[in-house]
């Protein structure tokens, strides 16, 4: 069912900083800032030849990510995400088989304009899992 990696998403609290990071250090090509203010988070994209890097600040204290940041304070890994060719078909099949859907089990909008869901860490190995429909 899950298709290409789509993007590793990496929480940090300095954006900028994280930006610099991926862009002079590691001499990755990063996109400008995204505002994604329905997630609570801003955005920069970093392109690797084969996936993608998505890093993320939380907007505010309010931030779905903000207590992940708190508790991760030199950042860390937050999700990954996979592409998938039928998003509602993806959910329907993984909730017949129990695994938990967050949110009300809607897809929003993504980063890339496209739809999301978010999967619960407990029922994947730990690991929360976006499911991105490309
Ligand atoms: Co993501």
Redesign the pocket.
Known sequence: MIGRLN?V?IAVADLDAATATYRDTLGATVSGVLPLPDHGVNTVFVELPNTKI?LLQPLDAMSPIAAFVARNPAGGIH?V?YEVDDILAARDKLQAEGARVLGDGEPTT??HGKP?LFLHPKDFCGTLI?LEQV
Do not use: P, S, T, W
């Open positions: 993007h998403a998505e999700h995400c993504g980063a999301v976006e």
